[in-house]
């Protein structure tokens, strides 16, 4: 009799940010052995997993069995620690930005990127070790007469979180969180109901110049449920289309064509804001230059021709107090990118901080003493300056009222600044700028309880502006 798993993950494709439990137990041995330790061996890959395969093999972990006799093991502070976010566009299906394969940034990608970090698999082989007596040598697996080990599922782990208040399911021992349709939150994009990998709003606002991302879950929850192309309508402010493109998703616009147990390409993100159409669609480059286009829709299809939700891009005319707009993205609970343009009033300021000496007003260490007008007393030799950025939004809904939760809790936000020319071969550092959210309360806001909503947040730069040395 082998190791038998009493608990494990309820689903094959999981957030990292959870609990990843298994229990073990093997009783036979348990009670008539000594020294007894289950053993787990954890293996991850972007690739199919093999588990034959060493160079998978990221380590090999051991724990007594509790008080009653069964091992437990919690995976995920392991697990995590290999997953992180999406900051570039992909090198394992080519992703381009304005037609060009240079190092760009994910969020101004033209059509398509598959996820180079955020996404992989992972199984665990169990096994057993123990000795004959209180006093014996420990018997290891490869000692041993009878084969103990058995072997995990494969799983499919990327780097979103559960909130305390997200539904766990639960059948017999093993729960996890369901992604698809009815009882999940349907991110598996095979029914009209079905989203994309965010908690976003289906109806958002962007400037003609601003980048963004549609994340999705791709080739899930079977390998045959691919999302073959996404569907863009362009109206006018009479509501009437006045333009339909359908972009197919398959390597040749920086997506896969087929699952093959590759975890990278699972998980995808869509250029779905005006500035990333404008790399590269020649039909909304011309209802740009047209001033003709008010907003847009789009959706995804599978193979089986299944329309997902429709999500609205609404375009935003200047503001007609001429304030600066300022576009933020931060990492959401799934581990992908959300975006918000604050088109209202922003106040900017600078705090400097200064680091002085006493310089002499001479030369002590000449033949003479001479004196120099521009030396002596109090100067500084360091200034280190940060500029901080208060923001207000319109008014807005409650759905985006719950969304901004996400931004006060994420610790990754960024100022993503618009479409512009650049030089050929041009490093793109100008697009995206690290910031932090210095405000730290959220107030919930309700349509009842407050009628209309604004809110207003602080963020200050985290490159400080640089100085001469003296």
């Given at each position: 009799?082998?190791?038998?798993?009493?608990?494990?993950?309820?689903?094959?494709?999981?957030?990292?940010?959870?609990?990843?439990?298994?229990?073990?137990?093997?009783?036979?041995?348990?009670?008539?052995?000594?020294?007894?330790?289950?053993?787990?061996?954890?293996?991850?890959?972007?690739?199919?997993?093999?588990?034959?395969?060493?160079?998978?093999?990221?380590?090999?972990?051991?724990?007594?069995?509790?008080?009653?006799?069964?091992?437990?093991?919690?995976?995920?502070?392991?697990?995590?620690?290999?997953?992180?976010?999406?900051?570039?566009?992909?090198?394992?299906?080519?992703?381009?930005?304005?037609?060009?394969?240079?190092?760009?940034?994910?969020?101004?990608?033209?059509?398509?990127?598959?996820?180079?970090?955020?996404?992989?698999?992972?199984?665990?082989?169990?096994?057993?070790?123990?000795?004959?007596?209180?006093?014996?040598?420990?018997?290891?697996?490869?000692?041993?007469?009878?084969?103990?080990?058995?072997?995990?599922?494969?799983?499919?782990?990327?780097?979103?979180?559960?909130?305390?208040?997200?539904?766990?399911?639960?059948?017999?021992?093993?729960?996890?969180?369901?992604?698809?349709?009815?009882?999940?939150?349907?991110?598996?994009?095979?029914?009209?109901?079905?989203?994309?990998?965010?908690?976003?709003?289906?109806?958002?606002?962007?400037?003609?110049?601003?980048?963004?991302?549609?994340?999705?879950?791709?080739?899930?929850?079977?390998?045959?449920?691919?999302?073959?192309?996404?569907?863009?309508?362009?109206?006018?402010?009479?509501?009437?289309?006045?333009?339909?493109?359908?972009?197919?998703?398959?390597?040749?616009?920086?997506?896969?064509?087929?699952?093959?147990?590759?975890?990278?390409?699972?998980?995808?993100?869509?250029?779905?804001?005006?500035?990333?159409?404008r790399n590269w669609s020649t039909t909304f480059q011309a209802l740009v230059a047209a001033d003709t286009i008010s907003y847009y829709t789009l959706y995804a299809t599978d193979s089986a021709g299944?329309?997902s939700q429709i999500y609205t891009i609404n375009i935003l005319c200047p503001n007609l107090k001429g304030y600066e707009a300022i576009r933020l993205a931060w990492l959401n609970q799934w581990g992908?990118?959300?975006?918000?343009?604050?088109?209202?009033?922003?106040?900017?300021?600078?705090?400097?901080?200064?680091?002085?000496?006493?310089?002499?007003?001479?030369?002590?260490?000449?033949?003479?003493?001479?004196?120099?007008?521009?030396?002596?007393?109090?100067?500084?030799?360091?200034?280190?300056?940060?500029?901080?950025?208060?923001?207000?939004?319109?008014?807005?809904?409650?759905?985006?009222?719950?969304?901004?939760?996400?931004?006060?809790?994420?610790?990754?936000?960024?100022?993503?600044?618009?479409?512009?020319?650049?030089?050929?071969?041009?490093?793109?550092?100008?697009?995206?700028?690290?910031?932090?959210?210095?405000?730290?309360?959220?107030?919930?806001?309700?349509?009842?309880?407050?009628?209309?909503?604004?809110?207003?947040?602080?963020?200050?730069?985290?490159?400080?502006?640089?100085?001469?040395?003296?």
């Amino acid at each position: 009799m082998a190791v038998s798993i009493d608990q494990r993950p309820l689903y094959a494709t999981l957030p990292i940010g959870q609990q990843i439990i298994f229990a073990v137990s093997h009783n036979t041995i348990v009670a008539t052995k000594f020294k007894v330790k289950f053993i787990a061996k954890v293996y991850i890959s972007q690739i199919p997993i093999n588990l034959s395969n060493d160079l998978q093999l990221i380590g090999t972990f051991k724990t007594t069995p509790n008080n009653v006799g069964v091992g437990m093991f919690d995976f995920r502070p392991i697990l995590e620690t290999f997953l992180k976010p999406d900051y570039e566009g992909s090198t394992f299906s080519t992703t381009t930005y304005k037609a060009t394969t240079e190092p760009h940034p994910i969020h101004l990608i033209d059509k398509y990127s598959v996820s180079d970090n955020s996404t992989r698999n992972f199984a665990v082989k169990f096994d057993i070790e123990y000795s004959d007596t209180a006093t014996g040598s420990i018997i290891p697996p490869s000692e041993q007469t009878t084969t103990q080990e058995v072997n995990s599922l494969d799983y499919l782990m990327f780097n979103g979180v559960l909130q305390y208040d997200d539904i766990l399911t639960l059948v017999q021992n093993d729960y996890g969180y369901y992604l698809g349709f009815p009882d999940g939150n349907n991110f598996f994009l095979d029914n009209a109901a079905a989203k994309f990998l965010t908690n976003s709003p289906a109806t958002q606002y962007a400037r003609i110049t601003d980048y963004g991302t549609l994340p999705f879950l791709n080739f899930l929850p079977q390998p045959t449920d691919d999302v073959q192309s996404i569907v863009l309508t362009y109206y006018n402010d009479a509501g009437g289309v006045i333009g339909t493109e359908t972009v197919l998703q398959n390597t040749l616009t920086g997506g896969a064509s087929f699952a093959g147990g590759y975890s990278y390409t699972r998980l995808m993100y869509f250029g779905a804001f005006p500035a990333n159409l404008r790399n590269w669609s020649t039909t909304f480059q011309a209802l740009v230059a047209a001033d003709t286009i008010s907003y847009y829709t789009l959706y995804a299809t599978d193979s089986a021709g299944v329309a997902s939700q429709i999500y609205t891009i609404n375009i935003l005319c200047p503001n007609l107090k001429g304030y600066e707009a300022i576009r933020l993205a931060w990492l959401n609970q799934w581990g992908t990118w959300d975006y918000y343009t604050f088109n209202m009033k922003s106040t900017r300021s600078v705090a400097t901080k200064r680091t002085s000496y006493t310089q002499q007003s001479g030369t002590w260490n000449e033949s003479t003493f001479k004196i120099s007008g521009y030396k002596g007393g109090k100067k500084n030799f360091r200034v280190n300056s940060t500029e901080k950025i208060k923001i207000n939004t319109d008014f807005v809904s409650e759905a985006e009222s719950v969304w901004f939760e996400e931004l006060i809790n994420s610790n990754e936000v960024y100022i993503i600044n618009g479409y512009s020319t650049d030089i050929t071969l041009t490093i793109t550092n100008k697009y995206v700028e690290p910031v932090t959210l210095t405000t730290s309360s959220y107030v919930k806001k309700t349509i009842a309880n407050d009628r209309l909503m604004q809110y207003t947040f602080e963020i200050e730069k985290s490159k400080m502006q640089r100085t001469q040395a003296v």
